[in-house]
């Protein structure tokens, strides 16, 4: 057996049930290229159980929807035509300049309110959007352990040292963001119960977006 073999084991051994959960979003490509690279990466964390990174990626995935999204409307609506033997390349960065640089370095909030605003998506997607935005974006791409955790709490063994002994007591309500050797664990399994519901409600975010932008695609 080579040294391979039991991490490949690990890592494998529920492919196919967490496959099959997310197999529609894998086979049916946005025919968007910015977007369908972070579409198959999220979908091989989440068929390999690689729940926080498929998080992580999702939020960059709600980040550049709204950026590409408010760019290209922007570009698609003000800028002129391309002219006929215009080399292609040039053309191509001409004609999306000027939306990317109106919003390729605004922050998420300003983007999901901009895109409202616009009528990009609707009331319920714009409450959606900040939902996810204070859920899963800032917790997990700032590492910030209260908005992870909330007020989680959990019930732990107690234990005092007595003599140099380790001795349990009656267990206590523990608040999870407090207690630091808890986070790693904890996060692990809250990522591994929203990570899919997360990618999934993006997934059909990205897809309808994308008509609304190129309506003649």
Request: proline share 4%.
């Amino acid at each position: 057996m080579s040294n391979n073999e039991p991490a490949l084991k690990e890592y494998t051994k529920e492919f196919d049930s967490k496959f099959q959960v997310i197999e529609q979003q894998y086979s049916e490509p946005y025919s968007w290229p910015e977007m369908d690279t972070l579409r198959y990466e999220i979908c091989g964390c989440l068929s390999f159980g690689l729940n926080q990174a498929a998080i992580t990626l999702t939020n960059h995935l709600l980040e550049s929807l709204l950026k590409y999204a408010l760019s290209y409307k922007y570009s698609l609506d003000n800028s002129a035509e391309i002219d006929a033997g215009s080399e292609l390349v040039e053309a191509m960065m001409k004609f999306t300049d000027e939306g990317f640089n109106k919003y390729g370095d605004k922050n998420l909030c300003s983007n999901i309110n901009e895109a409202r605003k616009i009528e990009l998506i609707t009331e319920s997607e714009h409450e959606l959007l900040h939902a996810f935005r204070v859920k899963f974006r800032n917790p997990f791409g700032h590492s910030d352990k209260a908005k992870t955790f909330g007020d989680l709490s959990s019930q732990v063994f107690g234990a005092v040292i007595e003599n140099n002994k380790l001795v349990s007591r009656p267990s206590i309500e523990a608040e999870i963001a407090r207690l630091p050797i808890m986070h790693g664990l904890v996060q692990a399994q809250i990522a591994e119960i929203e990570a899919p519901e997360y990618f999934i409600a993006m997934d059909s975010l990205v897809r309808v977006i994308k008509m609304r932008v190129f309506p003649n695609a």
